[in-house]
């Protein structure tokens, strides 16, 4: 069973989903391309998350994202539900889209782990050897945009022209991450970019954009992915401060099990720990203030 996950509001994550049996169905279309954009401003918008940085790789996207109020579980419910009905008629499937396992969040802990984050989010499609450089990805990647760009979306054929409340245009946008310089910020990402790009060439040269578009949406990558293993809750340059977020989430748990717990045998007046989502945001249960 997955371990619950406090939601505690004005936390910012790297957000990972992974497509099922790693297959391409986000491989990068410009239909595909159109709708991962569209419905990723389309949630964002709805549930208040900040958008710090993004790509879309052919089997999976990251996120890298501020969740002001509490939200992050709903913006990932209707993002990916989106996604999927929408990719499923694009390229004329029924099956799912999503690997069976839920999202991953991990927690940013500090301003470096997060400019880390958003830089390996930019760098992923050069980390994986498919394209030299970052803004040669033709895929959903928020490489050069400025705080002050907007990116205005047209809504998609096939399935939105029958989702008559979706609106016909919305606008991608990205904030900088909290407690951050805005203009350090894009310098040290430009910097983490180039220096990653440089890097790669030592790997060879990469697959190219005209290779990758030649996938079928049903193939999957060569590699073999490790099985069990690890994913991380928290990321943090400070391990003393990994070590102190590990060490109050398992508080957070104990009291969570123990809160359900007294629900289940009946005590309806229990208070569940600061950050418990459905059984106070859905359910109406009591939320401890601290």
């Known amino acids: 069973m997955t371990l619950p996950r406090p939601i505690v509001p004005g936390r910012t994550y790297l957000i990972t989903r992974r497509c099922s049996e790693r297959r391409f169905f986000l491989r990068p279309t410009s239909e595909i391309t159109q709708i991962f954009e569209y419905a990723l ?19 999976h996207y990251h996120l890298v994202a501020t969740d002001p109020d509490g939200n992050l579980p709903a913006f990932q419910r209707d993002l990916n539900s989106l996604l999927a009905r929408a990719i499923n008629r694009a390229i004329g499937r029924k099956q799912s889209v999503w690997d069976s396992d839920s999202y991953n969040a991990v927690h940013l802990l500090e301003p470096e782990s997060v ?6 989010t930019i760098l992923n499609p050069v980390r994986a050897r498919l394209v030299g450089r970052a803004v040669d990805w033709q895929g959903a990647t928020s490489v050069g945009m400025g705080w002050e760009q907007v990116r205005v979306i047209r809504r998609p054929t096939k399935f939105f022209r029958e989702e008559r409340d979706m609106p016909k245009e919305v606008t991608l946008h990205l904030t900088p ?19 990653g790009e440089h890097e790669s060439k030592a790997d060879g040269p990469p697959l190219g954009m005209r290779k990758v578009l030649a996938q079928s949406h049903n193939s999957s990558p060569d590699s073999v992915e490790p099985f069990g293993a690890l994913k991380p809750r928290f990321a943090a340059r400070c391990a003393e401060l990994r070590a102190l977020a590990v060490s109050e989430y398992r508080r957070w748990v104990d009291s969570y099990r123990a809160a359900l717990a007294l629900f289940n045998q009946g ?20 939320e401890s203030p601290a």
């Open 177 to 195: 991450p909290p407690d951050t310089n805005p203009v350090e910020v894009q310098s040290r990402i430009a910097e983490g970019i180039a220096r």
């Open 267 to 286: 005590q309806r007046d229990v208070e569940f720990p600061l950050g418990t989502y459905r059984m106070c945001r859905e359910l109406g249960c009591l």
């Open 115 to 120: 400019l880390e984050k958003m830089a390996y």
């Open 41 to 59: 401003a389309h949630a964002a918008a709805d549930h208040n998350i900040e958008l710090h940085a993004f790509v879309a790789m052919s089997n």
